[in-house]
């Protein structure tokens, strides 16, 4: 069996397309590993060559392929009719729909084979077989056929593949990462443009018989390493600075303080892993933190850029993109179980809606957090995770 791929994006490059596509192929190489997969360049796309008893796994691992627009998955067979027609009979048979076409193709014109004679005789075997009709302008079921001198490729109507750039092609992001449902897709939105989102995660002490954030904030890095190939996992306790605060702070302001100190100390870890940006799941009005005003004024707290690609989706969305990633059932098990999240510990009765940052800054004024800075820089455990083939590996 044989995919062609096609990245839309990428073809746009012009001069730069080369490193696009030289790390799209590496990337097939790594994901596609064990499958017996051969990956080559097809004109303007990638090929992937694979034995037909791997053909749905590899089909399977190409929807997480970032960077790949259009999937056509085709067979090779001698280039005559009879030996066509049942391989076309099972792409057609494969597809939903009331009516096909067929699309024959013949490049070479030298090629004794007409593509008028297969049209013809591979058609009327497959309205035989299927009861089918033909609509040739507007086909529910298509199948292409090329003619060549090496045999003729037989395929289905092109699917669409994740889109995107490919993986670890637009420089890296420091992620946070909590156990909700909205930091992990916030994350992937931008892996999806190509950064590699490095990930850290802010976890408090759980109360007696709950269970840790930590756990499910490795799962989520585990999943989101399926679509990036390496994640670094950065575990920072919290609990120390969460103290720190309520000690030193009005407790209106407290939650845009805990934010602005994890804004501050992964700026600090950012610069250290030579991170460019910082991604958060904010949507905008979703919880009191997250409203026009507070997010200007806990902003305020670094000065590398914060992506937001969430910002103006809602939950029903959110959740929706996170099933699809594979993000979902993670949180879900975290938001109904026993899991502490360090965001929901220590919650004032009633959160400032509409701070300012001159509020926010008079609200720190006795508030030292440059030790608090340094000292959780210190106690952050790293997990590192690789892609192999399909497993995800604890390196």
Known sequence: MDFILQGHEINL??????????RLRANLERMLEGTG?????????????????????????L????????????????????????????????????????????????????????????????????GLPVDLRHPER?????????????????????????AGTAGRLLGLLSAGFDSPV?????????????????????????????????????????????????????????????AATPSAYRVLIYRRMMLRIASALADKIFAHGLVTGDSLAQVASQTSLNLEAVSAATRLPIYRPLIGDDKVAIQAEARRIGTFDISAAASTGATDDCCSAFMPRTPALASSVGELDDAEREFDGAPLIVSSLSAIATRRYRLRGDTVELV
């Open 63 to 130: 929807e997480r392929a970032l960077g790949v627009q259009t999937i056509v998955a085709g067979q090779r067979v001698a280039p005559d009719a009879e030996a066509i027609a049942p391989v076309a009979l099972a792409m057609v048979a494969s597809q939903p729909g009331a009516s096909f076409a067929l699309d024959v193709k013949r490049p070479d014109k030298a090629l004794a084979l007409s593509s008028h004679d297969v049209a013809v005789y591979v058609g009327h075997y497959i309205e035989e077989k299927l």
């Open 37 to 61: 997969s051969k990956v080559g360049m097809r004109g303007m796309g990638v090929i992937v060559t694979t034995p037909d008893d791997a053909a749905a796994d590899v089909r399977r691992r």
């Open 186 to 246: 916030a994350a992937y939105r931008l892996i999806r443009r190509g950064a590699r989102v490095m990930l850290i995660h802010f976890y408090g002490t759980p109360l007696a018989g709950n269970a840790s954030s930590v756990g499910p904030a490795e799962d989520m890095a585990r999943a989101l390493t399926r679509h990036q190939l390496h994640t670094r996992l950065y575990l920072c306790p919290f609990e120390p600075v969460q103290r720190a605060v309520i």
């Open 13 to 22: 490059k012009g001069a730069n397309r080369g490193f696009f596509t030289t």
């Open 142 to 166: 298509l199948c292409t056929i090329v003619l060549s001198r090496k045999g003729a490729l037989v395929s289905r109507a092109p699917e669409l593949g994740p889109g995107g750039m490919p």
